[in-house]
């Protein structure tokens, strides 16, 4: 296969993801834009969390939340549980991999909070235990996921399940459903026009 039939293999196959996760997760979408801004409104924290490229969609997002997407506007609380190398490397040490994220969710997560979980496989024991933890303190849930969602489908309070075995495709989607639901989120805190100022 050529160069330039392998770019277009790659684009077709993000096209193909993309106009089925818009016709089939336009419900799901529109109920994490909710659960997202009632959290917010609520005075709660997005808690984001993954592996691998997952941990870096994590990390991209509260970003977004904490400084800023399309428009001028307050803060919003968010945290990445992936980025603090000393804490995460002190509890893989002393308690385990798999603890990572369920440490900082006990230490941190209050009941009113969403933590969402970016996940391609839903397999990740480190992201199932996150979301027991976060049950047990009445946080809400949320996963990310593709390849029919794995375990951690039914450990959350609402799963999207991008309908696709690609890891690459699951993550382009993950992230650009997470640009539409926090633009949907400032729009209704600001306004619909970008770059406004609150």
Do not use: W
Request: glycine share 8%.
């Amino acid at each position: 296969m050529t160069t330039r039939a392998s770019v277009l293999r790659h684009f077709a196959e993000h096209a193909a993801v993309v106009e089925r996760v818009s016709t089939e997760l336009l419900d799901p979408i529109s109920e994490l834009s909710e659960l997202v801004l009632n959290t917010v409104r609520a005075g709660g924290t997005l808690l984001f969390c993954g592996n691998g490229g997952s941990a870096a969609d994590a990390q991209h997002l509260a970003a977004e939340y904490v400084v800023r997407f399309a428009r001028e506007r307050r803060p919003i609380a968010a945290i990445a549980l992936t980025t603090d190398t000393s804490l995460l490397t002190a509890a893989a040490n002393d308690h385990g991999y798999d603890t990572i994220f369920e440490r900082q969710i006990m230490a941190l997560g209050r009941a009113g909070d969403l933590l969402v979980l970016h996940s391609t496989s839903g397999e990740s024991e480190n992201l199932m235990r996150a979301a027991i933890s976060a049950r047990a303190k009445g946080i809400a849930t949320v996963a990310l996921l593709a390849k029919g969602g794995g375990r951690l489908r039914a450990e959350v309070d609402l799963a999207l399940v991008i309908p696709t075995d690609s890891t690459a495709r699951a993550q382009e989607v993950h992230l650009t459903i997470g640009h539409i639901v926090c633009d949907l989120v400032e729009a209704a805190i600001v306004g619909s026009n970008p770059e406004t100022t609150t």
